[in-house]
Nanobody
Framework: VQLQAFGGGAVQAGGSLRLSCTAS????????MGWFRQAPGKEREFVTS????????RYADSVKGRFTISRDNAKNTMFLQMNSLKPEDTALYYC??????????????????WGPGTQVTVSS
């Protein structure tokens, strides 16, 4: 199983980025997907998730209204549209796959597979 995230980069505050995460080697349509991030000196934290079962989405309060998660099962790909970016969004962003579909998706332990991360840097 391999997850690979793309689309990270440097942007000014208020700008947008779109991350994608492509999965191979797993039955993508029966895995929930999530994004986590880790800023320098901080623990990795939940950003958003999308359930394989009903497509339901969860967001961290810090990104609600600015970030949107989506998935394309035909392409084994998940997306994260990030708008109105803030300097505090600067972090290494990880995509992950989980066999769960409920509130467990808020927690790292629920995820079996992880990608290597892509850097997002937002300057003020």
């Amino acid at each position: 199983v391999q997850l690979q995230a793309f689309g990270g980069g440097a942007v000014q505050a208020g700008g947008s980025l779109r991350l994608s995460c492509t999965a191979s080697g797993l039955a993508f349509s029966v895995y929930s997907m999530g994004w986590f991030r880790q800023a320098p000196g901080k623990e990795r934290e939940f950003v958003t998730s999308i359930s394989y079962r009903d497509g339901s989405r969860r967001y961290a309060d810090s990104v609600k209204g600015r970030f949107t998660i989506s998935r394309d099962n035909a392409k084994n790909t998940m997306f994260l549209q990030m708008n109105s970016l803030k300097p505090e969004d600067t972090a290494l962003y990880y995509c992950a796959a989980s066999g769960y579909y409920g509130t467990q998706l808020l927690h790292q332990f629920a995820y079996t597979y992880w990608g290597p991360g892509t850097q997002v840097t937002v300057s003020s």
